[in-house]
């Protein structure tokens, strides 16, 4: 039969439960972290081309699209009342102007059929379209951009101002806008140019969506992941994943498919920003467009494809993934670091983030099992 316990015996008894329950939550927690994409080994990163920062003329890169009748890209900033033209090299060539009662720009489309650029605001859920080639001049580096319509987009039950629009793409062979759902669900929604809706998908194999990318060679859609840091390739409802891969920066957030260029390219901005942690740089980043059957849809960590295992060298990685650790810390205002790393293998280890493997983070796990 049981022994009644003293007071103070049955204090020693509560500390060590209490100790014992902060163990397994502590375990468990470190369990999630180390499980993290950010911090768990990338298998297949895409090795970059060239990179750029473009924080000069958009401090706070979010969609991204290249129009091909100008050859340019277009870059928004998510707080900014304006649109960055740029060539296929991210250098800048104009700024253009919208009303400023357009905020929380999150997502941007080019439609060279009929010539327009359109923006998506994220909690609003409304797109809408200005002219492609035709401003209200105002010097030679900024226009005032020429509005046409808007309409609004219905993402079911997902109404949350912060995980609204955050990707968008038009279908030059039908002229439909594909509008992306962040999350809660994340969704990809058809309609047509008028903003008539007729089709709507629930993602399931992805965190987020942030950006999405129409290919007019392959007629299939780009989806690019923040949270992952994955870009897939998959049909036009978006449910069906052909194929996927890592990608080497953090903070993805936009991303554009170039098939006139030599090689092809496939661009991904990051933005900066983020809500807790460390701020990054603003790149634009090129990559080399995959070939479907080369990402993980064939995947054999046996024999990894040539891209991994030789990457090509980058132009402007060096000083575009360059930690600015001892700047900053030089600064009068006392900023905060900042910094953009990139988790890939193609990558110098002086510029990639720290990681901790699977089987290391096994190893570690088990060490604080034993001490804790």
């Not at 987009?153 to 912060?162: A, F, I, L, P, Q």
């Not at 994943?241 to 936009?254: A, H, I, R, Y």
């Not at 991904?268 to 467009?289: M, N, R």
Request: with cysteine; charged share 25%.
């Amino acid at each position: 039969h049981s022994v009644p316990l003293h007071t103070s015996q049955k204090s020693v008894a509560h500390f060590a439960l209490m100790l014992w329950q902060s163990k397994r939550i502590v375990f468990v927690f470190l369990l999630v972290l180390l499980c993290t994409p950010s911090l768990a080994d990338k298998d297949l990163p895409l090795p970059p081309l060239f990179a750029t920062n473009i924080g000069g003329f958009s401090s706070q890169p979010s969609g991204l699209t290249y129009c091909s009748t100008t050859d340019r890209l277009y870059v928004n900033c998510d707080r900014c009342p304006f649109i960055a033209e740029m060539d296929t090299r991210a250098n800048f060539i104009q700024r253009l102007n919208f009303d400023d009662a357009h905020r929380d720009i999150e997502a941007m489309a080019c439609s060279d059929t009929d010539g327009y650029l359109f923006i998506g605001e994220e909690g609003r859920r409304r797109v809408t379209a200005f002219l492609l080639d035709e401003y209200e001049d105002k010097n030679n580096q900024e226009k005032d951009l020429i509005e046409v319509y808007d309409f609004t987009v219905v993402t079911g039950d997902s109404t949350s101002g912060r995980s609204g629009l955050e990707g968008m793409t038009v279908n030059e062979r039908t002229g439909d806008i594909y509008v992306a759902n962040e999350k809660g669900p994340a969704m990809v929604v058809r309609v047509h140019s008028d903003g008539e809706q007729f089709d709507s998908n629930v993602i399931t194999y992805l965190r987020d969506i942030s950006g999405l990318a129409y290919d007019d060679e392959l007629d299939l859609l780009w989806i690019l992941s923040d949270q992952d840091e994955k870009v897939y390739l998959t049909d036009l409802s978006g449910t069906e994943v052909l194929d996927s891969w890592d990608l080497p920066v953090q903070n993805p957030e936009g991303i554009a498919i170039n098939n006139n260029s030599d090689p092809k390219y496939l661009y991904i901005a990051t933005d900066p920003s983020a809500p807790s942690g460390p701020q990054y740089l603003p790149l634009l980043v090129a990559f080399e467009k995959p070939v479907e059957g080369t990402g993980y849809a064939n995947f054999d960590p046996d024999n990894l494809p040539d891209y991994v295992t030789n990457p090509p060298p980058c132009d402007g990685c060096d000083d575009a993934f360059e930690l600015q650790t001892d700047d900053d810390d030089n600064n009068s205002d006392g900023g905060d670091d900042v910094s953009q790393s990139s988790s890939g293998s193609s990558q110098d280890s002086s510029t990639s983030s720290p990681l901790i493997l699977p089987s290391e983070a096994l190893v570690v796990l088990i060490m604080l099992n034993m001490v804790l």
